[in-house]
């Protein structure tokens, strides 16, 4: 959404504005040192991977089972029997979305490491494990 010329970043000041977005408390002096520890060529631009760094470094706060509500939510969307468990055709959708510039290869590669048993479907566990690195 703040990256309106879709250039694949946005720049640096505009974190603040997420932050405040979100509703989200952090300390001016911090959100500075992160955004220049993410931008060590000073050009004012942070790349959607430093921008996660230096947002997740906030949100973080966020209590675990918070997360984990709303990522149980985000599946149930896709589970719609509540079966437990979403096709891998609905994963490649969901990252597919989450990201346009995927090749097929690639998401072929991204799905069968998440679907680590080629069940052809892909549990609460594993999606978590996917959506949280954990």
């Not at 879709?6 to 720049?11: A, P």
């Not at 896709?78 to 090749?103: F, V």
């Given at each position: ?11 640096k000041e505009k ?16 959100l500075e040192a ?101």
């Amino acid at each position: 959404m703040f990256d309106s010329g879709k250039k694949g970043s946005i720049e640096k000041e505009k974190v603040r504005t997420i932050l405040n977005t979100l509703g989200q408390a952090y300390n001016e002096a911090e959100l500075e040192a992160l955004l220049d520890e993410n931008d060590p060529s000073g050009s004012g631009l942070l790349n959607f991977d430093s921008f996660c760094k230096v947002a997740c470094h906030f949100l973080e706060s966020e209590d675990d089972e918070a997360l984990q509500k709303e990522l149980k939510e985000a599946f149930r969307l896709y589970d719609k029997e509540g079966n437990g468990y979403i096709p891998t055709s609905s994963l490649r959708e969901i990252l597919a979305a989450l990201d346009d510039q995927l090749t097929n290869d690639q998401l072929n590669e991204m799905i069968a490491e998440i679907d680590t048993d080629s069940s052809g479907t892909v549990d609460f566990d594993e999606f978590m494990e996917m959506m949280t690195g954990d």
